[in-house]
């Protein structure tokens, strides 16, 4: 068996793109490119275009590099140093320089097993390396989207009642392998997916002891045994656990996938999860599907609570870990589509954590905002990549309430480009968002000229006064009138009616 440790933070990356075979850029009738020589299976990690006479320093390995042959004097030497280099394929335009791809080239890729393509006069070498590019993206979107359907199932397997089994059934199923749960003495504890032969049985066991329990050691390997890939994840927790996965094939997304398996069993299996913490995500269930805040405020525990808002963070499955621990709280919604403190119950009826209960559904909330629930005595300080919203310290039942402030606390942040925006009591003006209250002004207000503007403000400011509002602008009081007069009609606006002085007041505010 061959190991090789994985770096600790490997498991929860975001799958690069995968390398795309070259035989699906031989399958493209678009580019007519012909296979002259060498396998056809051999893997494209990307495209670089030289016409060195030795390109072998500017080359990184796995690449398809193509050429029109502009100094190839010696063909031997060329496609050593390109196969010395770790190129996966060579690709040779003919014309200008040559009518045809030169015979000794071909002789020398087929002695080093290096495929060569042919680029027909009529295709560019820019049509084939965008083809690659189109390739390689559509291949990470399907992992993409494999990775998070896995991530969806484990979720949904971790809320079974059995939940180790069924997550390690879900990897199982997801990998299309085996995984198993050693513990610190190497024995089986659970396993899930097909059996494996005995050789790799012993491979994966041996591998899951390489991590251990010790300090400072890895915390994933990989290997190969009994033709099968293997893998072993150290769980948290710090009983010795480890994730051990045997598979035909290693996929791109598989350690994303492995990594949220790993997170998961560690916290199923973290001996500090005791009857209190039940308790509290029992509660904070019920919360979720709608239930009165009063009916779970006891289970949940004391008060006052802070709710916080965010969005950013790397972009990685355990980002939304990542910023609770930094805040120091388990209580995450990692994301949603429900509306911020707009969730429906039981018959309809509203309830806080912007859920959606049986019997009704809520509107969508802002795509990738994090919520987190913290003590109130915690405190809440920016996080480098992240934008913070934070609502006012409440009680239980009020938590509803603290959600929806948040909520316009994070939209505010990202208005006016702060790490971190916390609720302030400030009536009315503040529950509408500053973009959405600047637009409106900037359309009622139009019509206006600079100086009727301010003289509307200065005179609603004064409550109508007109003696007044001239000392304060050093003009005479028949100026102001006949403003305030251009600006009814100019408005369309009854200047005597409070609701249109309101409205006025709160736009001029707000331009």
């Known amino acids: 068996m061959t190991m090789t440790p994985t770096p600790p933070s490997e498991p929860g990356s975001t799958p690069p793109a995968p390398p795309v075979p070259l035989a699906a850029l031989l399958a493209r009738p678009d580019l007519g490119l012909r296979l002259l020589a060498g396998p056809e299976d051999v893997l494209l990690h990307w495209v670089h275009t030289s016409e060195m006479a030795d390109p072998h320093p500017y080359l990184l390995g796995g690449e398809l590099l193509m050429t029109a042959g502009v100094q190839l004097t010696d063909p031997a030497h060329f496609v050593g140093r390109v196969v010395e280099a770790g190129a996966a394929a060579l690709a040779f335009g003919v014309t200008p320089v040559w009518d045809t791809v030169p015979a000794g080239l071909v002789e020398a890729c087929a002695r080093h097993g290096l495929p060569l393509v042919e680029v027909p006069p009529r295709t560019p070498f820019t049509a084939v390396a965008r083809a690659l590019w189109r390739l390689m993206a559509e291949a990470r979107l399907h992992e993409l989207r494999r990775v998070t359907e896995a991530q969806q199932s484990l979720a949904a397997a971790a809320a079974r009642p059995a939940p180790v089994p069924a997550v390690l059934g879900a990897l199982a199923s997801r990998l299309g392998g085996r995984a198993a749960l050693f513990g610190a003495d190497g024995t089986e504890t659970a396993a899930a997916g097909r059996e494996v032969p005995a050789e790799a049985a012993r491979a994966l066991r041996d591998l899951a002891g390489v991590l251990g329990p ?28 480890t994730l051990g996965v045997a598979t035909e094939r290693r996929g791109p997304g598989d350690h994303t996938i492995a990594g949220v398996a790993v997170v998961l069993l560690s916290l199923l299996t973290a001996p500090h999860r005791g009857a209190d913490v039940t308790v509290r995500d ?3 269930v019920r919360l979720l599907l709608g239930a009165a805040p009063a009916e779970v405020a006891g289970t949940l525990g004391p008060g006052p609570w802070t709710v916080v808002h965010a969005r950013g963070g790397d972009g990685t499955p355990f980002a939304a870990a990542s910023l609770a621990a930094a805040l120091g709280t388990p209580l995450v919604d990692a994301g949603g589509t429900t509306g911020p403190g707009e969730a429906t119950g039981p018959g309809g009826s509203t309830g806080p954590g912007g859920a959606t209960g049986p019997g009704g559904t809520a509107p969508g909330r802002a795509a990738g905002v994090v919520r987190l629930l913290l003590p109130a005595s915690s405190p809440v300080t920016a996080q480098s990549g992240w934008t913070l919203g934070v609502g006012a310290p409440v009680e239980a039942d009020e938590l509803s309430a603290a959600d929806a402030q948040a909520a316009r606390a994070l939209r505010r942040a990202e208005a006016t480009g702060a790490d971190l925006v916390r609720h302030r009591p400030g009536g009315i003006a503040t529950l509408v968002d500053p973009d959405e209250a600047a637009a409106h002004a900037r359309a009622l207000l139009a019509p206006l000229t600079g100086p009727l503007a301010e003289t509307l403000r200065v005179w609603l400011s004064l409550h109508g006064g007109w003696d007044r509002t001239a000392v304060a602008m050093d003009i005479h009081r028949n100026t102001v009138r006949q403003r305030i007069a251009r600006c009814a009609a100019l408005l369309g606006r009854d200047l005597d009616d409070p609701d249109v002085r309101m409205e006025l007041w709160f736009a001029l505010r707000s331009r």
């Open 214 to 241: 010790r300090p400072g050691g890895p915390a994933s390997a990989s290997g190969d045994g009994g033709g099968l890939r293997l893998a072993a994840y150290a769980l948290g927790g710090g009983d010795g656990l």
């Open 282 to 284: 029992g509660a904070l």
